[in-house]
């Protein structure tokens, strides 16, 4: 079975800074996608990026990109330039056949 | 842009109720998801469609059950509504996997309490 653990509950940043939100996971598989989902207080789940495990280059969308080691089954999210709008509950997750989701990491980001 | 609407934002039932929660998608997707979102637990996969009238149980499917008549519309059905079935129930959808995989849409929930 996969499982994916996000060991931050929360965390606190201000504007303008840089926060990393770790993830790892654990799988027999070799071929899988990572991803990072985003979910803002009473508003829908987003995608925030995504990982091809058969890539070796790092992902990257504006402001947010990571660090994937694939050896060490590790995939961190790191958000550079932090805006009030990054306020969110972020989710790692995990897919082979189905998503498996870790308990999220709630982000504050302060004025 | 993708839309995937939910029939209900809140809704409030009694032990023992059968309660419905419905789930409509515009885009055609052949996939469809329902996961319960409980705080400290993240999300978790109770039931999935891969196409219509086709269902695979996920982790959780214990006490729930799906329908899927249509394409676009994913029922989740609680036959016997219990109190440890209070949560926030998230529907999703995404297109067949063709040459790569695609994220999922998400609904905005169902925050259903059992009393």
């Known amino acids: 079975a996969q499982t994916v653990t996000q060991s931050q509950p929360e965390m606190s940043v201000q504007e303008a800074e840089t926060v990393t939100l770790s993830c790892t996971y654990d799988?027999?598989?070799?071929?899988?996608?990572l991803f990072w989902y985003k979910q803002p207080p009473s508003r829908q789940m987003i995608l925030v990026i995504r990982?091809?495990?058969?890539?070796?280059q790092n992902a990257t969308e504006n402001r947010f990109s990571v660090n994937f080691q694939k050896a060490a089954k590790s995939f961190s999210l790191k958000i550079s330039d932090s805006q009030l709008g990054d306020t969110a509950m972020y989710f790692c997750?995990?897919?082979?056949?189905?998503?498996?989701f870790g308990k999220g990491t709630m982000l504050l980001v302060s004025p | 842009d993708v839309k995937v609407t939910q029939s209900s934002r809140y809704l409030v039932k009694r032990t023992g109720e059968k309660v419905f929660l419905e789930c409509v998608q515009d885009?055609?997707?052949?996939?469809m998801f329902w996961y319960r979102q409980d705080p400290g637990l993240g999300l978790r996969l109770i039931y999935f469609?891969?196409?219509?009238?086709?269902?695979e149980k996920g982790d959780i499917p214990e006490g729930y059950s799906v329908s899927r008549e249509k394409k676009e519309r994913f029922s989740l059905i609680l036959e016997s509504a219990s109190t440890n079935q209070t949560s926030m129930y998230l529907c999703?959808?995404?297109?067949?996997?063709?040459?790569?995989?695609?994220?999922?849409?998400f609904g905005p929930g169902t925050r259903l309490t059992v009393t």
């Open positions: 799988t027999s598989e070799n071929n899988y996608y």
């Open positions: 997750a995990f897919e082979v056949s189905t998503l498996t």
């Open positions: 990982q091809e495990a058969y890539k070796q």
């Open positions: 999703a959808s995404r297109p067949t996997f063709r040459g790569r995989l695609y994220e999922q849409y």
């Open positions: 469609s891969y196409d219509v009238k086709m269902k």
């Open positions: 885009m055609d997707h052949e996939n």
